[in-house]
């Protein structure tokens, strides 16, 4: 055990306190990134989101000049399908994506689709043109995708995993609080093949 980069968080239901191993506290953090995905205990995904975006840059940057000197759209294509999609939506498999998030995502794959095509925001063009011209893969539907894979993936087990069990636990003893109930990570899926599915 790395005692530097242990840390833990608590929730609301737990009492504040602190975690010792051999005398040494352990950090009690807000949010924390574990395997490239940032985790915070209220579930917001919004800062993961930018870091996502941060990280589609970063590849499109590695691929921008041959991508926008490439002449066959097929391969330009392909080569940002392979180094920019998967840099903006990995982890989406756990993602509880709302309308407002799915469009951060879109706002961000369209200005690189841009970039690719020297087009800029002045030429007027809409971005269902931009987006055909562009021939890459929708990032809103690839997110998707990824998650409905996970999804698939989880409701086949049937050794009693814990990831089984965690998406199927329902908390009982917990009164939902007013307003609007938050987006849930099975509310997509739901909507796609019921909520037996």
Known sequence: ???????????????????????????????????????TMNHDISRELARRQKAAWISFASIREPAISMSDPKLRAHLFNLTAIPALIYGSETWSLTKKDAEKLAVTERA?????????LRD???N???????????????????????ARHVAQRTDDRWTSSVTEWFPRDIKCTRGRLATRWEDLIAKEFGRQW
């Open 1 to 39: 055990m790395n005692r530097a980069k242990t840390k833990w968080m608590r929730n609301q239901h737990a009492d504040a306190d602190s975690i010792k191993v051999d005398d040494d506290a352990l950090e009690e953090v807000s949010s924390y990134v574990c395997l490239g995905q940032e985790l």
């Open 112 to 120: 690189m689709e841009r970039r690719m095509l020297k087009v800029s």
């Open 124 to 126: 007027r063009i809409p």
């Open 128 to 150: 269902k043109h931009i987006h055909e011209m562009s021939k890459v893969r929708d990032v809103i539907y690839a997110a998707t995708k990824s998650k409905l894979r996970w």
